[in-house]
């Protein structure tokens, strides 16, 4: 029994100092690095101009994508669970495809759909830019937390079934009720489960976006643009570690919020 | 997701979140299985015809389009031009930096991640709840800060005296960091379910514990080891924000293949740049093909 126990303990030990030597020790020392010279410095360095309108603008694209997504990722789940028809599986590999392609890639690709020389680039010479503007965006933020929802509801619409809704057709209600009334309860946790997955993919995107903006301050910089322009181009070390420092205490946030969640939703 | 079907109540350490970047790692076969479940025509809730067709246009204008352009703006200038996008030295070079430190991560990945999940399922100690949480960290962490987090710690100036920016082995931390989650939250539902007892007749009958976890465990586990490194590598090869940075993107050295495409666009040349994203497309259901055949022979032959 000894033995095992040594080697359970030293088998524990190697986990252990990996995850401290890749994930907490890095992670550690940005937190002490940006806050060595106090807080008053980290907070002068995440409320400057261009810091807010990064944060403006990252709230902006959010308040975009995040309700199309869920309104579309809810359709398309109901598609994929409740409805019969041809190239099913071809679907399923779509809603797959984000995931495995690299953002920048994701961004190319949008580059030479609505560039001015893409396939859309007519809309460019009417005056409608697309890339390198708000939309271009928009669609790259959208394209990469496209199979969020989708994935989490589409489970638990399965097993639920559709009895509940069809007894609820029986006695009358319209399918517009039966939704409000009977589907949309019952997917709650998972919607806001992916919900959550989407924001935090939204919020921290930076391949597709830096692809498709110009990072210009003010105009066309999120906040995880304003991180790679402060370290690279301004070699402003202490305010990228600041605003890098914002974005990790969100993702731990999200982190929590998202424990929280997945138990409410294992408990019904 | 695949961890959701697979969490038995009261194991305190069940895969918490699936902040997974990509495909899920379930084991091949499962989500046909799930799709056969409801083959009941009974409806429920459904979308309508306009419904279906508005889906199927998102679908296809978010995602189905940009694809579709990039790979004809690839072919754009015939094959020849294609190939010589993909094979001109520094292409090339970037794509054999990607490969190789990708390969590295993901063999590494294949052996802690393993680790890591066993030591969550099986062992038990104070603060396990933590550190389970802290797995799906790289996952929430958006790549850029990665960067910083690195730069922090391995960049000019570093605490620790150890200045790692711009090196290869740079890239092979980094990747480390943002995949951690793939081969732990992979493995960790199979090893909830595996069956105790065979093990336990395994001891008995006098096998060493390394033995039973050879002849027992691994092969049980081969599948979403598997699953889960062709995830890990999909996201390597993939990967910019986190090494843009701290990778420094020298020429031959640790310029990877995202950071050549951005280049190229940047440099005005979008068809260099879609045709070496179409080659990455191309590795990437490559390699995850068959892993996804080898992960269904090696299940085929457990049964």
């Known amino acids: ?268 | 997701m695949a961890a959701t079907a697979t969490s038995p109540a009261g194991a305190g350490t069940e895969p918490a979140s699936d902040l997974r970047d990509t495909w899920s790692p379930e084991v091949p076969g499962s989500r046909t299985a799930a799709v056969g479940g409801n083959g009941s025509r009974g409806r429920g809730v459904g979308l309508g015809g306009l419904g279906m067709g508005l889906a199927s246009l998102w679908l296809s204008l978010i995602v189905l389009l940009p694809l579709a352009a990039l790979f004809f703006s690839s072919l754009g200038g015939g094959p020849a031009a294609f190939w010589a996008a993909i094979t001109n030295r520094a292409a090339l070079g970037a794509l054999q930096v990607t490969l190789l430190v990708s390969v590295v991560v993901t063999l590494v990945n294949a052996v802690f991640g393993v680790l890591i999940a066993w030591v969550l399922v099986r062992d038990d100690f104070v603060g396990k709840a933590v550190v389970n949480a802290l797995i799906d960290l790289p996952f929430a962490l958006p790549t850029i800060v990665t960067s910083i987090v690195l730069l922090s710690l391995y960049g000019p100036a570093s605490p620790i005296h150890l200045q790692l920016n711009a090196t290869r082995p740079a890239l092979v931390i980094a990747l480390l960091f943002v995949t951690l989650p793939f081969v732990v939250r992979a493995v960790q539902p199979v090893l909830l379910e595996l069956d105790r007892e065979v093990e336990e007749a395994a001891a008995s009958l006098g096998a060493s514990s390394p033995t039973a976890f050879r002849r027992i465990i691994l092969p049980t586990l081969a599948p979403a080891v598997l699953s889960g490194a062709g995830l890990a590598f999909t996201r390597a090869i993939g990967e910019y924000g986190s090494v843009v940075l701290f990778g420094g993107g020298i020429r031959h050295k640790t310029e990877v293949a995202s950071q050549y495409i951005q280049k190229q666009i940047e440099a005005d040349s979008p068809r260099d740049a879609a045709a070496v994203s179409v080659a990455l497309l191309v590795i990437a259901f490559v390699v995850l093909a068959t892993l996804r055949f080898v992960a269904a022979r090696t299940g085929d032959s457990e049964q």
């Open chain 1, 1 to 268: 029994m000894s033995t095992s126990t040594r080697a359970r303990i030293s088998l524990r030990t190697l986990a252990l100092a990996y995850l401290l030597l890749v994930v907490l020790i890095p992670i550690s020392m940005i937190a002490y690095r940006t806050f060595e010279p106090g807080f008053g410095a980290f907070w002068a360095s995440i409320t400057t101009p261009a810091a807010i309108s990064a944060l403006q603008l990252t709230v902006l694209i959010l308040a975009i994508v995040v309700p199309l997504n869920a309104v579309f990722g809810v359709a398309l789940a109901l598609a994929l669970v409740r409805g019969h028809f041809p190239g099913k599986r071809w679907v399923h590999a779509v809603i797959d495809l984000p995931f495995a392609l690299s953002p920048v890639v994701v961004g190319v690709s949008l580059v030479l759909l609505w560039g001015a020389h893409g396939w859309f680039g007519g809309l460019d010479s009417m005056g409608i830019h697309v890339i390198y503007a708000l939309p271009g965006m928009v669609l790259a933020t959208i394209f990469v937390t496209l199979p969020f929802v989708t994935r989490e509801v589409e489970p638990v619409l399965r097993e639920i079934g559709s009895e509940q809704e069809q007894a609820a057709a029986t006695l009358g209600a319209s399918a517009g009720q039966t939704f409000r009334k009977i589907t949309l309860p019952a997917i709650r946790w998972g919607l806001t489960y992916g919900v959550v997955l989407t924001v935090a993919r939204a919020l921290g995107e930076f391949g597709a976006v830096s692809v498709v903006s110009l990072g210009f301050a003010g105009q066309t910089q999120t906040l995880t643009l304003l991180v790679n322009t402060r370290y690279s181009a301004d070699h402003n070390i202490s305010g990228a570690y600041a605003a890098a420092t914002l974005l990790m205490l969100v993702a731990l946030a999200v982190l929590a919020l998202l424990t929280v969640v997945d138990r409410k939703r294992r408990t019904l």
